[in-house]
Structure formats: structure tokens, C-alpha cells
């Protein structure tokens, strides 16, 4: 899957992921995806609750071999 912009949010800890998150899909255009790594084990829920209070929307919810979470956002 195509990504348009990856951040590697590994070793923080919430609410950090979701605050960088949101600031760079602030400097994205509307369609365009965000590819997300984080270790924090509550990323995946704060994500999709981030996404139904925004309105962007989770492409992609899943965990790497190697126990990292991988989410693509679509920015709204």
C-alpha cells in the first residue's frame, strides 16, 4: 500500500504518537495517507478512537513481525 508519509513514533508513549500524528496529518492534503509506527500497546485503540473523533479515517490496524503497530491514516 502506498503511503504518502511515514513517521516512526516507536518508544513513545501516549499521548505522544496521537499528538505527532495529528500534526502531520495538519500539513497534509485532504486523501493523501500517513504510514504510523508505535510500540505503545494502547496505539491501536487511541488511534481508532482519534480517527472517529476527527473524521480521518484508519486504513490499516495491524501489528509487524517484529511487535510494532502499523496504522495508515487517511487524512480527511
Known sequence: ???DRTL??????????????KKALATMESGQSLLVLATDPGAPADFAAFC???GNQLLVSETT????????????
Request: with cysteine; charged share 30%.
Open 1 to 3: 500500500m502506498h503511503t
Open 65 to 76: 513481525d517484529d511487535g510494532k503497530f502499523r496504522l495508515v491514516l487517511k487524512r480527511k
Open 8 to 21: 516512526d513514533l516507536s518508544g513513545l508513549n501516549c499521548p505522544l504518537p496521537i499528538l505527532r500524528a
Open 52 to 54: 472517529r473523533q476527527t
